[in-house]
T-cell receptor, first 107, second 117 residues
Framework: AQRVTQPEKLLSVFKGAPVELKCNYS??????LFWYVQYSRQRLQLLLR??SRESIKGFTADLNKGETSFHLKKPFAQEEDSAMYYC?????????FGTGTSLTVIP | GAVVSQHPSWVICKSGTSVKIECRSL??????MFWYRQFPKQSLMLMAT?????????EQGVEKDKFLINHASLTLSTLTVTSAHPEDSSFYIC?????????????FGSGTRLTVV
């Protein structure tokens, strides 16, 4: 069963526009959720995790248990935000990744 | 869609023994696979890049003699933790991208929880 779903494989927004990358999950326990980012030709790196409730590079993500979602948001997209974004969930002994969303910010 | 299977999902071993973890691309060929490690409450850390038919490329600080990587076919890469010690207990994850192209996106295995006692 798909544990983490990122419905959009590709997403394009204009610079300065708000951006939301969707992530829905399916897990019966209490998962821990993450967003990872991979910029072109760079390594995968952690962007944020839901338990820390921080804002990194202007991005925030709120865990909505009712909707089982963990959408990543930024009010004003920047060109340097263009990258591949992965939503991930860990629970028990398993780690689940979404299929990723490629974000392109158009100048 | 592209699927990466990782086996076993969890393993407990005695200190001093070796453990092999397999990573298979089920429906695509992967000339390159990546091995990550995650310590508790930390981000994934890239350990090495596994290249089919050639030696793996290890990240700085990763002991190549301890973490043996073999990528003998286009669909299978193995990570062997040799002479395991309790500090090697961690979560190990592999990933691959179809065609070896980053813009296709990465597919991740579900990980292997290694506990060394």
């Amino acid at each position: 069963a798909q544990r983490v779903t990122q419905p959009e494989k590709l997403l394009s927004v204009f610079k300065g526009a708000p951006v939301e990358l969707k992530c829905n999950y399916s897990y019966s326990g209490s998962p821990e959720l993450f967003w990872y980012v991979q910029y072109s030709r760079q390594r995968l790196q952690l962007l944020l995790r839901h338990i820390s409730r921080e804002s990194i590079k202007g991005f925030t993500a709120d865990l909505n248990k009712g909707e089982t979602s963990f959408h990543l948001k930024k009010p004003f997209a920047q060109e340097e935000d263009s990258a591949m974004y992965y939503c991930a969930l860990t629970g028990g002994n398993q780690f689940y990744f979404g299929t990723g969303t490629s974000l392109t910010v158009i100048p | 869609g592209a699927v990466v299977s990782q086996h076993p999902s969890w393993v407990i071993c005695k200190s001093g023994t070796s453990v092999k973890i397999e990573c298979r691309s089920l429906d695509f060929q992967a000339t390159t696979m990546f091995w990550y490690r995650q310590f508790p409450k930390q981000s994934l850390m890239l350990m090495a890049t596994s290249n089919e038919g050639s030696k793996a490329t290890y990240e700085q600080g990763v002991e190549k003699d301890k973490f043996l990587i073999n990528h003998a076919s286009l669909t299978l890469s193995t990570l062997t933790v040799t002479s395991a010690h309790p500090e090697d207990s961690s979560f190990y994850i592999c990933s691959a991208t179809p065609g070896g192209r980053q813009d296709y996106g990465y597919t991740f295995g579900s990980g292997t929880r290694l506990t060394v006692v």
